[in-house]
């Protein structure tokens, strides 16, 4: 029993360790009981588009952008994991187009948010030219925040149900829904936290 109970707190200390600490800088304009609307300033994203099913794709995309930020790039410059992973399906949009997830066969684009303290200028260049470095303009995004694993049909559900609630409050969505993950895959379930993400118009 004490050898499970110091496991336990070995892991949550771990997981809280290994969490991303430096998110991309927003405002949140107005809160309800099951989403709030926020304000995001620009931020810079490392991305890579990639061509197979949800898992392989992920486990691809990852190993890409991993390699970038922990030193596969032109100076050899190691950086430090920021929140959240930002993941869409892209079957429809250009690579350089204003973009991040739902489920399924197709092309998923993932996109690592990088340090503020960069700018495009300043990022290191990636050796890998299946990453892409831009810059995400500012905007308002509609976002419901759940936590526990992530799966397909949990997606769905959750964007579903923001979807609903955003028609409800007539609020007008701009594009397609973002799945935003914040922390590492050794994160127990209940401590986890997952975002939809909708680009929405408030000016009605």
Known sequence: MQ?????????LLFSTCLMATEEPEYTVIQKTDTYEVRQYRPYLVAETLVEADIDDAGNEAFRILAGYI??????KTKMEMT??????????IEMTAPVTSSGGEGRYLYQFVM????TLETLPEPEDDRVILREVPGRVLAVRTFSGFWSEDRFAKEEARLRDDLSRDDLTVLGEASLSRYNSPFTLWFLRRNEIWFPVDLQQ
């Open 3 to 11: 050898r499970a109970l110091i496991a336990l707190c070995a892991m």
């Open 70 to 75: 922990f030193g596969k790039n032109k100076s």
């Open 83 to 92: 929140a959240p992973v930002i993941t869409e399906e892209s079957e429809k």
């Open 115 to 118: 340090p503020a303290r960069y």
